[in-house]
């Protein structure tokens, strides 16, 4: 258990719909990172926030959106939902907001769009 | 953009057996991470280099980075089934890992 927390665990939705997906960092994590992995893609890095502000930016669509809130966790948005976007969500942490900092990562969210 | 190449894609051994994974890339990274996954889990941080030439051991696996930090090795001694998983390295720059595809390794009793 790495102590990163996401729910759902799974997610079935139709195309055109909107979900929010949610992780709670480790206890006393500030940086919280959200990741897409696909069969065919990998483990893609969407989006880092460090301490309730965005840090980094990766390959998030325009349709995708994520906050961090003050009491640290996190909410990743997507909305006009398409088939292609199905696949695992995983959400990480880190004490530090530098890429050299351990990342621990939850147990991801499968989200099917139908 | 940064890319990792990892090799082999897939591995299929027997217990016993010892085995070494790639990671490589034309970039310089301030450090490498390797991880391992699980079908439908998260993936588990195995461990974190970040100087180069630097060797690690972690039991039966031996982590190296190279000397200008643009690859890195996984070595496994003595394989067993319970090594069977994904094996993905991450690079890191900045704020960003950036992870390779993996290579899946499984190891047969």
């Known amino acids: 258990d790495s102590g990163v927390t996401q729910t759902p665990k799974h997610l079935i939705t139709a195309t055109g719909q909107r979900v929010t997906l949610r992780c709670s960092p480790r206890s006393g994590d500030l940086s919280v990172y959200w990741y897409q992995q696909s069969l065919d893609q990998g483990l893609q890095f969407l989006i880092q926030y460090y301490n309730g502000e965005e840090r980094a930016k990766g390959n998030i669509l325009e349709r995708f959106s994520a906050q961090q809130f003050p009491d640290l966790h996190s909410e990743l948005n997507l909305s006009s939902l398409e088939l292609g976007d199905s696949a695992l969500y995983f959400c990480?942490?880190?004490?530090?907001?530098?890429?050299?900092?351990?990342?621990?990562f939850g147990p991801g969210t499968r989200l099917t769009v139908t | 953009t940064q890319l990792l190449e990892q090799s082999p894609q897939f591995l299929s051994i027997q217990e016993g057996e010892n085995l070494t994974v790639y990671c490589n890339s034309s970039?310089?990274?301030?450090?490498l991470q390797w991880y391992r996954q699980e079908p439908g889990e998260g993936p588990v941080l195995l461990v974190t280099?970040?100087?180069?030439?630097e060797v690690k051991k972690l039991k039966r696996l031996t982590f190296q980075f190279g000397d200008a930090r643009k690859d890195s090795s996984l070595h496994i001694t003595a394989a067993q089934p319970g090594d069977t998983g994904l094996y993905l390295c991450a690079g890191g720059s900045n704020y960003k890992l950036t992870f390779g595809k993996g290579t899946l390794l499984t190891v047969n009793p």
């Open positions: 970039s310089v990274f301030s450090s």
């Open positions: 990480a942490s880190s004490a530090g907001q530098v890429s050299s900092y351990e990342q621990y």
């Open positions: 280099v970040v100087t180069g030439g």
